[in-house]
């Protein structure tokens, strides 16, 4: 790991006068796999242009390797692109395509048979060399962009959506062989998607983009465990809203009151005693038991039970009529049939409260 | 909807298709086979078979000369015309270039405007320039009105074509002019030869600028037919009308051949 490979400060871009990106600080470092993911129109793709070369930013910066690419064009700056659509040369064959760049770069012609060997080979497709792209299937393709984009060691892999086209089982084996050629390889890779399962699967940091913002930028587990705004938790897994007012606040844990009764949660510190919050818990914590045992918590009733295979979904009516979901793993105590009433409970430090009321 | 009440539809659809296309080409017939008549003047049916004709149109140094003039100055305006053109195309549908729209109208004013004002423009500004008369005159007359042609064609190959292949290219270390040459001119191709074959046609059969800006000595095909047949004529006219034809229908067959060849190679 040697400094960042990549450097964004300040970066802007509008669009007439829709803003696209608005003052982007990221960094990349070197080996490191990172994700920008959030809605179609957040400004991931925009982002990933602007480094690309492709389009050019209004304002600030943008460093590869710590040098300026402002003046670059995109065929001088060093990174390999991966997109949505594939963009093989129908024209070529698979070993034309992935010796372009090579050729480009006047790769001496037995080293550039070398090199495409290799990387075909990395993308376990050694076979189909004369092959036209069109007479491959779609996860086919991808891999033969995965090699042409990488033969040459770029500095940096720009991928964008490249699995979007894909059904999902060939989504999910494409994702471990990104991940393995990422390792192998050592690449950093700037990675773009709309899919929150497929940026928890791969990445090392995910940044969370909302309106051409990054909303919060961390590890999967911080971003699950710990998001920062409420769109993070609600973008990333299924989460339980409950919306309330603060009425104690001690050691960093509130005392919210809610229609449905008194609730613990985690607050951060500009939430104060009197503000309106909305606490996020994840189903995963949310944990139930028959309501004649002692103990505080929320009253409700089971009204539906779900069979995942991996574990149960119950869904909980609370007083107010809220729903709230819990899910429990295969093994933990049996709960209760439908209908019946239970405490639904959490570790406090396990909610988290944020500003703003229901939506 | 039943299949027995489509056929007789059907049987008019083909009769009302036959009978246009006896329509179009029996003139053709009559011209070719008239060409081939053993009468000294215009009879049809042809009393009977001869070549005379066209003995007579390669022996006269009239008709072979401006067979030459044709031939000089169809094939540098049809590459000039498919070169600028593509150009044009290209700069117009990729680049960012204000005022875009009105640049490609501009480009295509020469098949929107009469033939006989395209004609007297070019017949004034070149008294002025001393080309009236010269087949420099002629091949740059002739590519003005068939860069419309080509840039139709091409641009509407290129709006076609997906513009991230040449953002792939430029990723991957192209320069814009090796994107263009090992990306986008391979995949436009078709439309490119195209361009150029219905150049060479259309620039054969001109007639209106030819008139305008040719001489006595820079005389092409189809301005030697119209004084031709303003004389009197016999059967040579459908002799190198038939040539004309022939010239016609190869190079469309080229150009079937050519896209043939293609689509076998991609399939």
């Known amino acids: 790991m040697g400094g960042p490979v990549l450097e964004l400060a300040g970066v802007r871009k509008r669009y007439d006068s829709v803003v696209a990106v608005e003052d982007l600080d990221l960094s990349l470092e070197t080996g490191e796999f990172l994700t920008l993911l959030g809605p179609s129109g957040s400004g991931k793709t925009t982002t990933l242009m602007m480094v690309a070369g492709l389009q050019q930013p209004d304002a600030g910066t943008i460093l590869l390797n710590g040098a300026s690419v402002a003046n670059l064009p995109p065929y001088r700056r060093d990174i390999g692109m991966v997109f949505q659509n594939y963009a093989l040369f129908p024209h070529m064959t698979v070993r034309r395509n992935v010796a372009f760049p090579l050729e480009m770069r006047g790769t001496p012609a037995g080293e550039i048979a070398r090199l495409v060997d290799d990387a075909l080979a990395l993308v376990k497709l050694p076979d189909h060399g004369e092959r036209l792209p069109r007479q491959l299937s779609g996860g086919q393709q991808q891999r033969v962009a995965l090699a042409r984009a990488m033969v040459y060691r770029p500095a940096l892999l720009l991928m964008d959506e490249p699995l979007g086209a894909l059904d999902r089982k060939l989504r999910e084996q494409l994702q471990l062989e990104i991940k393995r050629v990422h390792r192998e390889r050592n690449i950093s890779v700037l990675y773009v998607t709309h899919d929150q399962d497929e940026a928890l699967t791969m990445s090392d940091r995910i940044a969370v983009f909302d309106k051409g913002r990054i909303e919060q930028i961390g590890t999967p587990e911080e971003l699950y465990d710990r998001p920062a705004t409420r769109f993070v938790a609600s973008f990333i897994g299924d989460t339980n809203f409950l919306a309330g007012r603060v009425v104690g606040l001690a050691g960093g844990i509130c005392e919210i009151e809610t229609a449905a009764g008194r609730i613990l949660a985690a607050g951060r510190p500009p939430i104060a005693t009197g503000a309106s919050v909305v606490v996020a818990v994840r189903p995963e914590r949310v944990a139930l038991a028959p309501s004649g045992t002692a103990g505080g918590g929320l009253r409700g009733v089971v009204i539906e039970q779900v069979f995942l295979g991996t574990g149960k979904k119950y869904i909980v009516r609370l007083a107010d009529g809220t729903e709230v979901v819990s899910l429990r793993p295969i093994g933990a105590p049996p709960v209760e049939r439908t209908a019946s009433e239970v405490r639904v409970t959490w570790e406090p430090d396990k909610a988290t409260a944020f500003f703003g009321r229901a939506e | ?267």
């Open chain 2, 1 to 267: 909807m039943s299949a027995d009440g489509m056929t007789p539809w059907r049987a008019l659809r083909g009769a009302l298709v036959i009978v246009v296309a006896v329509m179009l080409l029996a003139p053709l017939a009559v011209v070719v086979i008239i060409s081939f008549s053993a009468a000294p003047f215009l009879q049809f049916p042809p009393p009977g078979f001869s070549l005379r004709w066209y003995d007579v149109l390669f022996s006269t140094p009239a008709w072979t000369h401006s067979l030459w003039v044709s031939v000089q100055l169809l094939v540098p305006s049809s590459i000039l015309a498919t070169l600028l053109g593509t150009a044009a195309s290209y700069g117009l549908v990729r680049g960012r270039v204000p005022g875009a729209r009105l640049i490609t109208a501009c480009l295509m004013l020469p098949i929107i405007v009469p033939g006989m004002i395209t004609a007297a423009a070019l017949f004034g500004i070149y008294r002025g320039l001393g080309l009236n008369g010269t087949l420099t005159g002629l091949i740059i007359g002739h590519t003005v009105l068939h860069i419309p042609y080509v840039v139709a064609t091409v641009s509407s190959a290129l709006r076609v074509q997906d513009v991230q292949l040449e953002h792939a290219a430029a990723t991957l270390g192209a320069p814009p002019w090796a994107a263009f040459r090992h990306v986008t001119l391979p995949l436009i191709m078709p439309a490119v030869a195209s361009s150029l074959l219905i150049s060479m046609i259309l620039s054969f059969d001109e007639l209106i600028v030819s008139l305008f800006v040719s001489s006595a000595r820079v005389r092409p095909v189809a301005v030697q037919m119209w004084s031709n047949l303003l004389g009197d004529f016999d059967p040579t006219i459908a002799a190198i009308a038939s040539v004309c034809f022939l010239f016609a229908l190869l190079v469309m067959a080229a150009d079937l051949a050519l896209r043939a060849g293609r689509s076998l190679k991609i399939a």
